[in-house]
């Protein structure tokens, strides 16, 4: 059966208290945000430029593809290009392969959450093993991330605590997250030093150098390559800019528009293998191509995945992440996933109020906003939303472009609200269910401004 953003979001409000606690949680977020964003005076300024840095990568894309390319050889990585999510997880798989490996430590990424790598190397006997926080979190809770930034944020410390005491063997009920990060902390340790294998994402990677940055608060990606004999960091291409000096402008906007910090406490620098090292870069297009050849979408690529848009989000913070069923969730999810799949993602650009708040705090100012309603234009035309949606709309159209109609519809409307109130007030309106509908005036605002208006002149 098809779980749509509405059926999963209304499974995620059942629990009140934790919805409201998602809520806050996440507008606090957006509040330091907003205070670190205030705190730079050019704050607008960089905005500017990493959307024009973006604009202008995206405009000569191949060039710096190949750029990077040839650069990254010369440092002696070895470079892969895959199509899509399959040939990605088969280069990863072959590495792995090549080198005999079974356990291996991974960094957070959203790109390998996009390929389903880890199920993928589970089906063919490979351990991988999460290293950040949360995502080690969700991972023994077999959940996906709920956020890109902060993937375990729709748990609570009670929740946290009864997972580790279930895996890790932790005293039960003991929920001080000091001690349960400790706990973290000595299991990942071994995990590290057992791994031969790392895997990360990417953050930046620069034309000009051949390298890539890798952004974390935990340095665990600097655990995971520095501890392993092989290095695979998987990126998809829209992570590329041109030079190194374009990286000031972006690690500012990055850290200050995901968690309000002036800078992730580990931005590492990657250029060329240790000695003894091997290291890879796995460049992955999956739909990129095709997202880039929509003009009215096309800049959704500018995305450096700050999730900023996802904090400020009335939508996201009071339905969770899940509710999205897509690896990367929230109002920019919902504009990158229909260009996956149509059909299965249709009612995402729908999951939103279109209030412009995510456009407003984008760092690299794209109109998020605009998008998600052009994408329900388009999906309207390709016949992907439900028959009743489409009917009650040409209905809808109907009435509003009839003066006449609408306000015969508002007389009727009102009366049946006085008269049988049970019409509306039932449990098959879903809005009814947890509003008090308001008591129906007497008169409509037409009706009042004209006989207020007369009695004024
Ligand atoms: S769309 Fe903008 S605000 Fe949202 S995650 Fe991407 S860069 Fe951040």
Same mark, same amino acid.
């Given at each position: 059966?098809?779980?749509?953003?509405?059926? #999963?979001?209304?499974?995620?409000?059942?629990?009140?208290?934790?919805? @409201? !606690?998602?809520?806050?949680?996440?507008?606090?977020?957006?509040? $330091?945000?907003?205070?670190?964003?205030? *705190?730079?005076?050019? !704050?607008?300024?960089?905005?500017? !430029?990493?959307?024009?840095?973006?604009?202008?990568?995206?405009?000569?894309?191949?060039?710096?593809?190949?750029?990077?390319?040839? @650069?990254?050889?010369?440092?002696?990585?070895?470079?892969?290009?895959?199509?899509?999510?399959?040939?990605?997880?088969?280069?990863?798989?072959?590495?792995?392969?090549?080198? @005999?490996?079974?356990?291996?430590?991974?960094?957070?990424?959203?790109?390998?959450?996009?390929?389903?790598?880890?199920?993928?190397?589970?089906?063919?006997?490979?351990?991988?093993?999460?290293?950040?926080?949360?995502?080690?979190?969700?991972?023994?809770? $077999?959940?996906?991330?709920?956020?890109?930034?902060?993937?375990?944020?729709?748990?609570?410390?009670?929740?946290?605590?009864?997972?580790?005491?279930?895996?890790?063997?932790?005293? =039960?009920?003991?929920?001080?997250?000091?001690?349960?990060?400790?706990?973290?902390?000595?299991?990942?340790?071994?995990?590290?030093?057992?791994?031969?294998? /790392?895997?990360?994402?990417?953050?930046?990677?620069? /034309?000009?150098?051949? *390298?890539?940055?890798?952004? &974390?608060?935990?340095?665990?990606?600097?655990?995971?390559?520095?501890?392993?004999?092989?290095?695979?960091?998987?990126?998809?291409?829209?992570? #590329?800019?041109?030079?190194?000096?374009?990286?000031?402008?972006?690690?500012?906007?990055?850290?200050?528009?995901?968690?309000?910090?002036?800078?992730? &406490?580990?931005?590492?620098?990657?250029?060329?293998?240790?000695?003894?090292?091997?290291?890879?870069?796995?460049?992955?297009?999956?739909?990129?191509? $095709?997202?880039?050849?929509?003009?009215? %979408?096309?800049?959704?690529?500018?995305?450096?995945?700050? /999730?900023?848009? %996802?904090?400020?989000?009335?939508?996201?913070?009071?339905?969770?992440?899940?509710?999205?069923?897509?690896?990367?969730?929230?109002?920019?999810?919902?504009?990158?996933?229909?260009?996956?799949?149509? =059909?299965?993602?249709?009612?995402?650009?729908? /999951?939103?109020?279109?209030?412009?708040?995510?456009?407003?705090?984008? +760092?690299?100012?794209?109109?998020?906003?605009?998008?998600?309603?052009?994408?329900?234009?388009?999906?309207?035309?390709? *016949?992907?939303?439900?028959?009743? =949606? =489409?009917?009650?709309?040409? *209905?809808?159209? %109907?009435?509003?472009?009839?003066?006449?109609?609408?306000?015969?519809?508002?007389?009727?409307?009102?009366?049946?609200?006085?008269?049988?109130? %049970?019409?509306?007030?039932?449990?098959?309106?879903?809005?009814?269910?947890?509003?008090?509908? +308001?008591?129906?005036?007497?008169?409509?605002?037409?009706?009042?401004?004209?006989?207020?208006?007369?009695?004024?002149?």
């Amino acid at each position: 059966m098809k779980t749509t953003h509405a059926d #999963l979001a209304g499974k995620f409000i059942e629990d009140e208290p934790r919805t @409201n !606690w998602h809520d806050e949680t996440l507008w606090f977020v957006r509040e $330091k945000r907003d205070k670190a964003a205030h *705190g730079l005076p050019e !704050w607008e300024q960089l905005r500017e !430029w990493g959307s024009q840095i973006k604009n202008a990568t995206l405009s000569n894309l191949s060039n710096y593809l190949k750029e990077f390319e040839e @650069n990254a050889l010369a440092n002696g990585v070895k470079v892969h290009w895959a199509s899509d999510a399959k040939e990605h997880n088969e280069i990863v798989h072959k590495i792995i392969k090549k080198h @005999n490996i079974q356990k291996i430590v991974k960094s957070k990424s959203m790109l390998t959450e996009e390929c389903h790598l880890n199920e993928y190397l589970h089906e063919h006997g490979i351990e991988v093993v999460d290293t950040d926080l949360g995502e080690r979190i969700v991972q023994f809770r $077999k959940e996906p991330p709920s956020h890109i930034v902060l993937p375990a944020i729709h748990l609570k410390k009670e929740d946290v605590s009864a997972t580790f005491h279930e895996h890790l063997q932790t005293e =039960k009920g003991n929920n001080d997250p000091q001690y349960l990060t400790e706990a973290a902390r000595q299991h990942l340790r071994n995990k590290f030093v057992e791994s031969d294998l /790392a895997i990360t994402g990417v953050n930046f990677a620069i /034309a000009e150098t051949g *390298g890539f940055v890798v952004c &974390t608060n935990e340095g665990n990606a600097d655990m995971g390559a520095h501890t392993a004999a092989v290095h695979i960091a998987c990126m998809g291409f829209e992570k #590329l800019i041109p030079k190194a000096e374009h990286l000031s402008v972006f690690l500012r906007l990055l850290a200050r528009s995901a968690t309000g910090q002036p800078i992730t &406490t580990y931005s590492s620098h990657f250029h060329k293998p240790r000695p003894n090292q091997e290291m890879h870069i796995v460049i992955v297009d999956n739909g990129r191509s $095709k997202q880039l050849g929509r003009e009215d %979408f096309r800049n959704s690529l500018k995305c450096i995945r700050c /999730a900023a848009c %996802f904090n400020t989000c009335p939508v996201y913070r009071r339905s969770g992440g899940h509710s999205y069923h897509t690896a990367v969730a929230g109002p920019i999810g919902s504009i990158l996933n229909p260009n996956l799949d149509m =059909k299965a993602n249709a009612d995402l650009p729908f /999951a939103s109020t279109l209030c412009g708040s995510c456009s407003n705090v984008c +760092p690299v100012k794209i109109n998020i906003h605009e998008q998600l309603w052009k994408w329900r234009q388009v999906i309207v035309s390709e *016949g992907y939303v439900a028959a009743s =949606k =489409k009917i009650s709309m040409k *209905g809808m159209n %109907f009435v509003f472009s009839n003066p006449k109609i609408y306000r015969l519809m508002g007389k009727i409307g009102r009366k049946s609200m006085q008269l049988f109130p %049970f019409i509306v007030n039932n449990k098959l309106n879903i809005w009814f269910k947890q509003r008090e509908m +308001p008591v129906p005036p007497k008169e409509s605002f037409r009706d009042w401004y004209l006989k207020n208006k007369k009695s004024q002149n």
